[in-house]
């Protein structure tokens, strides 16, 4: 619409009410700060994984604790626990029906690298399977490791070039 | 009362022998007998649960290769145990055996993960498919000669096989296994551990490659 207003470059009324950013900021700002995770608790890390969800370690305080056991709801996929070759196809499908952006924490020894189980039947790590952001080391890693490890995935997307993919894909 | 069990059991069975065991009562009997003898056991002389069901592998070649176990209770009189054995028919590649689900539900997926372990046929089984591995498995990981780090083979699934790349691998043992020293005096040094210490952090680490990773 033409106007002939002269304020119509600068209005100083609207001054205090305007945020100049740039659009990657503002995206990974909103990403990480509401990273929806999905459980896949697979063994005894899920124990840890439920603490952290609880009052005393809190993952809430990093806006991680809406566990969504649906994948189109969530945005990280933390596998916490062992996988053996029978799950690892269901654990690919679900990661494969989240939503993108998606990211992959693997907590604790047996989803970075079979862990103990040098056998048969398990998976030697889930990174054969999914792209994996961050690693936990630990069996099973403490709250406190997968805290860390969230802040550090956190710290990964403040750095990507979110409007670039998103016209780019 | 468990100390005539056996000479009961001898009486009414002949071709039972004595089986060497440490704590409670146990006899061998001909596999042709077997469900006689476990009928026996459960309808006369109260052993109404079946606590276990499972098998020997005594290495290839030998005779017999495979080795039924039955783990009886009688909770009529707690603390009475009885096992029974029976060599296994058939052949190496395929023993068989007489199901027993008949005579204890429990038996079911006990003979389910026999035959996915050991590969022993049950005739009479109801529904004899794989409990632990996935139907499709080519392998019977507890014989003797499947190695523990399993054998190269397909995954479970076509389509995620074919969009990740990744097979099920032969595991690297990365200086394992970890086994315990009989025997040691020292209780540090009894600790289970890998014998292998060319694998420790002190040494070169061995080709990984076969551990491709999934790339974005």
Known sequence: MVSASADLGYDSKVEGGVIVSRADAVINWIRTNSMWPMPMGLACCAIELMAVGGARFDISRFGAEVMRFSPRQSDCMIVAGTVTYKMAPQVRRIYDQMAAPKWVIAMGACASSGGMYRSYAVLQGVDRLVPVDVYVSGCPPRPEALLDALMKLQAKVRTEPATRRLFSA | ?216
């Open chain 2, 1 to 216: 009362m468990s100390a005539d069990l056996v000479p009961a059991l001898k009486a009414r069975f002949p071709q039972a022998t004595d089986r060497a065991s440490v704590d409670h009562p146990a006899v061998n009997v001909p596999l042709d007998e077997l469900v006689a003898v476990l009928r026996y056991l459960r309808d006369e002389q109260g052993f109404d649960v079946l606590t276990d069901l499972t098998a020997i592998d005594w290495a290839e070649g030998a005779s017999p290769r495979f080795t039924l176990v039955y783990h009886l209770h009688a909770p009529g009189r707690p603390g009475t145990y009885v096992r029974v054995a029976a060599p296994c028919a058939g052949t190496e590649r395929e023993p068989t055996a007489p199901s027993v689900v008949s005579l204890w539900p429990a038996a079911d997926w006990h003979e389910r993960e026999c035959f996915d372990m050991f590969g022993i046929r049950f005739a009479g089984h109801p529904d004899l498919r794989r409990i632990l591995m996935w139907d499709g498995y080519p392998y019977h990981p507890l014989r003797k000669e499947f190695p523990l780090a399993g054998i190269e083979t397909d995954l479970p699934v076509a389509d995620i096989a074919q969009e990740t790349g990744t097979r099920v691998i032969a595991a690297p043992m990365a200086g394992g296994p970890f086994v315990a020293s009989a025997g040691e005096i020292n209780l540090t040094e009894a600790e289970p551990r890998a014998k292998d210490e060319s694998w420790a952090d002190r040494g070169a680490r061995p080709d990984q490659t076969a551990l491709r990773q999934v790339k974005e």
